[in-house]
């Protein structure tokens, strides 16, 4: 995994580069050692801590980035100046093919995950368990339902069993007691 050092002044800039850096696969370290990629983002006092970070050889010439300079000031060599808004994408092409090697792992993981997933619901189906049980087969439809009770005095049951599916449209809940209209294609019908 490839390393970020950051050595700044205002902490807000980390704060907001630093996730967009360890979604692309790198590690942003915290305290000040040698990395893969040095940003400097110190104001006018940047191209000083650059070079001193190249002196104390934090990082490799060509891979010291301050992300502000004076202008018109010429860079030290191995320092570059990549603005704010550019960072990641410098980042990610300065360390490409580590970067890669993230994504590839990543793309391991999910074939590993896929594979084992497959390895349970097989191992589910030899032990006689359905792991997707549920299948609900609709034999009346609701306007069938209201016109078979249409006949029916209040209070009263036919006894009769049916099975029928569709979309709760309305749900009142009243203490104990709960309504709801269910629809379907062939119309709606309201249940307690």
């Given at each position: 995994?490839?390393?970020?050092?950051?050595?700044?002044?205002?902490?807000?800039?980390?704060?907001?580069?630093?996730?967009?850096?360890?979604?692309?696969?790198?590690?942003?370290?915290?305290?000040?050692?040698?990395?893969?990629?040095?940003?400097?983002?110190?104001?006018?006092?940047?191209?000083?801590?650059?070079?001193?970070?190249?002196?104390?050889?934090?990082g490799e010439p060509g891979r010291v980035i301050v992300t502000s300079?004076?202008?018109?000031?010429?860079?030290?060599?191995?320092?570059?100046?990549?603005?704010?808004?550019?960072?990641?994408?410098?980042?990610?092409?300065?360390?490409?093919?580590?970067?890669?090697?993230?994504?590839?792992?990543?793309?391991?993981?999910?074939?590993?995950?896929?594979?084992?997933?497959?390895?349970?619901?097989?191992?589910?189906?030899?032990?006689?368990?359905?792991?997707?049980?549920?299948?609900?087969?609709?034999?009346?439809?609701?306007?069938?339902?209201?016109?078979?009770?249409?006949?029916?005095?209040?209070?009263?049951?036919?006894?009769?069993?049916?099975?029928?599916?569709?979309?709760?449209?309305?749900?009142?809940?009243?203490?104990?007691?709960?309504?709801?209209?269910?629809?379907?294609?062939?119309?709606?019908?309201?249940?307690?």
């Open positions: 995994m490839p390393t970020v050092l950051f050595i700044h002044d205002k902490p807000r800039a980390a704060a907001k580069v630093g996730p967009l850096l360890k979604k692309k696969g790198f590690e942003v370290l915290e305290a000040e050692q040698p990395a893969d990629v040095v940003i400097v983002d110190s104001g006018e006092d940047s191209v000083a801590r650059a070079s001193a970070a190249l002196e104390k050889r934090l300079k004076p202008q018109d000031a010429e860079l030290p060599q191995g320092i570059v100046h990549v603005p704010g808004g550019k960072l990641v994408e410098e980042i990610v092409r300065l360390c490409g093919p580590a970067s890669e090697n993230a994504a590839a792992e990543s793309a391991t993981n999910v074939e590993e995950i896929i594979r084992l997933k497959a390895a349970k619901v097989r191992e589910l189906r030899a032990r006689g368990v359905e792991p997707f049980p549920h299948r609900f087969e609709k034999k009346d439809d609701v306007c069938a339902i209201t016109v078979a009770a249409s006949t029916l005095q209040n209070e009263e049951r036919s006894g009769k069993r049916v099975t029928t599916a569709g979309r709760i449209m309305q749900l009142r809940l009243m203490g104990k007691a709960a309504f709801f209209h269910l629809q379907d294609k062939s119309g709606k019908a309201q249940a307690y």
